[in-house]
């Protein structure tokens, strides 16, 4: 499996939140970013013969390029790469309001089947708090036009462990969210990252953290309201309706083959990685990014270990986890996690515990 993904660096507006490659009033450049890209996957053409299995679009906000654009894209990969796109999982991003229903109906005729809608919370304080440029009555309408224009495969991105959120906020977000019914739903434990305005005004003494009593128990909460609606909790902060899995996301996740283009764009191909600079205007200079055969080799000699543990940690995301013989090597750490009530081991495969999954990170830790 080899997963396509394509960074789309463009906003409105940054978020107060957003630590991601992304900038605001860079549209000018939209033309020219979107010819790099072009050239980029050119460039990999000649260094790579894979089957791509999925294409995702993310940022930033996608939606804020022209169907033009995408269909450039899409057409190189048809024309080029074994891309079957008529049996193939093929995702955008999407910012409520920044699309029409014309816009999301040339996105579906072109072949794109997901949409990932960024609601973050349908609180209208929090969506203020959080830096969002749209309402909650924007986050319906949306929905509606992407339902009304062919997308049968939607997902909805939702933030807990907000400044000043209460367990009945967070219970009311996931409310909403089960009665539009789509066929995906991504749980965010709200993360302050160095360099947002979340974390300057939290520095500041203007921005307080969650609890985190709290946010473990809002944590629990969407694991249990989401189940019991009938979705599967199959990776730490996803639930899917049966057979609608993220398979791109999977492909991170099984540590397989991926491809990333674009600005910030990270790749793991056969062993080998290697990341795009974040500037945009440095990546659509010519010859300026590709730094296609300057990465880590993590499969090297010296590289084994690094290998092994990442397999792990990506795969312990997982709610099934992974067969225990995958663990040879890390029987020390296996069973201090599992002493430390972090990992279980259930019908052959070790896991995480529920509390696992909320500690993730300390667990991952140990095989980084």
């Not at 991504?186 to 974390?199: P, R, V």
């Not at 921005?207 to 629990?220: F, K």
């Not at 639930?239 to 996301?249: D, I, L, S, V, Y």
């Amino acid at each position: 499996m080899t997963a396509l993904y394509v960074h789309v660096p463009f906003c409105v507006k940054k978020c107060n939140y957003c630590d991601f490659v992304s900038y605001a009033g860079k549209e000018e450049l939209i033309d020219k970013y979107v010819e790099a890209l072009g050239n980029e996957l050119q460039s990999l053409l000649t260094a790579y013969h894979l089957q791509l299995t999925t294409l995702f679009f993310g940022g930033g906000t996608p939606t804020l390029l022209e169907p033009k654009h995408f269909d450039k894209i899409i057409n190189t990969l048809i024309g080029h790469w074994k891309f079957d796109i008529g049996h193939s999982e093929l995702s955008i991003e999407a910012n409520p309001g920044t699309a029409d229903q014309k816009k999301l109906r040339a996105l579906r005729q072109l072949g794109i089947n997901r949409l990932s809608i960024g609601a973050q919370s349908f609180n209208e304080r929090h969506l203020k708090t959080l830096g969002r440029i749209h309402d909650a009555k924007t986050i319906f309408q949306f929905y509606d036009d992407a339902q009304a224009t062919g997308f049968a495969n939607i997902n909805l991105d939702l933030i807990f462990a907000l400044p000043g959120q209460t367990l009945a906020d967070w219970l009311a977000d996931l409310q909403t969210a089960i009665k539009l019914q789509p066929e995906h739903i991504s749980t965010y434990n709200l993360q302050i990252e160095d360099g947002t305005a979340f974390s300057l005004w939290e520095k500041g003494g203007a921005l307080r953290s969650a609890d985190e009593g709290i946010a473990l128990s809002m944590y629990e909460y969407a694991i249990e309201t989401l189940t019991a609606a009938g979705y599967k909790h199959y990776e730490i902060s996803n639930f899917a309706k049966p057979g609608r899995e993220c398979q791109h996301n999977l492909t991170y996740w099984w540590n397989e083959n991926y491809l990333g283009i674009g600005a910030g764009a990270h790749s793991h191909v056969n062993g080998n990685r290697w990341a795009n600079p974040n500037c945009v205007e440095k990546y659509i200079t010519p010859s300026s990014f590709l730094p296609l055969f300057k990465g880590e080799n993590v499969e090297s000699a010296a590289g084994k270990e690094t290998s092994g543990g990442e397999t792990l940690w990506l795969g312990l995301r997982l709610l099934d986890g992974l067969p225990a013989e995958k663990f040879y090597g890390f029987e020390k750490e296996v069973a201090e996690l599992t002493k430390n009530g972090l990992l279980e081991t259930f019908n052959g495969n070790i896991k995480l515990t529920r509390r696992g999954l909320y500690l993730g990170n300390e667990v991952f830790e140990r095989f980084v």
